[in-house]
């Protein structure tokens, strides 16, 4: 077993007997924001286990930087070196479930192994283009201690998405305790953590608790999850309102990530933050293609690129037109873009409700509508007057002139605290802002159906 001799290894090492020699060990590794999180009293062994307890949950990858770092340092002599670097080489060839074997005690034929808790929603996607940096970077985030992430962004540019497809193709290596998916908006999240416990892992808080409040079930849950020890993901997909999902969040320990994907920026001032930004153009005509096969896209390929400008380079209005064409085989790009989203813009039948089988739940104006109805009215308006603009970088003293009556700093907080702030308008530069250009549509659809057009005053 490796993780036994790995413990036996550097118990012996010398000078880590103290605690100012274990800090200063810690540092010189690389490693000292692990000095918080485990016990640097006690002797050697208990010292040296508990470290090694927390590389492992961080991972593989953590494990042997580690090990990388301490050959290079003075605390390995020669002969400990050369045990370290051959211990180091089979670590590293450890596939996933060996990994498992050696350094969680997991055994195959256990039924946790073969089936760990998840439930990852499948994707409606046909091919997921454009983002590897950002899974990347996602992953690199979750990757640090004590690290949880928001994915920020606007409605349909893709959160969810990504959230899937981090979930799919890293939990097998990473998260080998599983995955817990929960989706905010669709029900009470502490019910769907008691649920999910019940139906993926058999167990039922006790009797005693059962009459309790649900924050104090669902922490049960937490600390009884199983299979025990092992990273688990935990993704709280769409939230809205960062309170009604506090009392729910897993314990901070260095076992359960989170990921929360949400349209407001700022939501959790402790998580990392990635902001999601809409697709290159590249990769939005990469998607374009998954749906129209290459020849019907190069006959039309100058008109495709300005099918992806019309819808912003938006996934959710790119993988709605594409299924949309893919159904009108007959359909030329150019009518459908002069003819009918031109004239019938989000109103046409290609951006309405989308197939069950895709990601997203809503049509374009369906989506857009969720933000609207957070919006007070005085930031409605002002989204509207905004659409009367063309799409193009706004200096703020624009708007400020179209307002000659209005404090100036009432205007600025319902610019930043309600249309920037759930990711309707974006800051361009200094003192200026821009809406997207489906969200432009989108308000000026609004603004034809209220009876404000005459009356900016109000605001
Ligand atoms: N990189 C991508 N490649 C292919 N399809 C994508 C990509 N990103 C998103 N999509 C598709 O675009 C649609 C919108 O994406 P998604 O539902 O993830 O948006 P969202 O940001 O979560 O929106 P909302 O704020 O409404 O929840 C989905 O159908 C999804 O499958
Ligand atoms: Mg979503």
Redesign the pocket.
Known sequence: MLKPQLLKLLSNLPNTQKVQQRKAFLMFIGFDQLASKIDLEGDNFSFFAGLIEVLTLEGQASLLEFIDNLIESPWSGLDSGERLKSLRSRIAELEAGQWRREFFGEVDNGHSLQHPPQNIPR???A?????SKELETLHNYLQRPGVDVTIV?M????????AIQYAQQYWQEFYPGGVCWLRARASNVGAQIVEFVQLYMGLSAPQTLMGLKLDQQVKWCWQNWQPPRLPILVVID?VTDYEGIQPYLPPANLRFKVLI?T?IRWLVQSFVELYLDI?HESAAID?LKTFLGTERLEQEFLIAKELCNWLGYL??GL?LVGRYLQRKRDLLLEDLLNQRLEKERLDQQSLQK?KPD???Q?GMEE?FKLTWQELDTQAQQLGCLLSLFTLAPIPWSLVELCFPDQDLKNLEDIRDDSLFNLNLLQRTGKNTYQLHQVVREFLKGQLEQSDWANNFICL
């Open positions: 994707s409606g996607t091919k997921f283009v454009g983002r962004g409605g349909g540019v893709g959160k969810t998405e990504l769409d994907t349209r697709l998607l996934p959710l993988d989308p895709m990601t997203a809503l989506t």
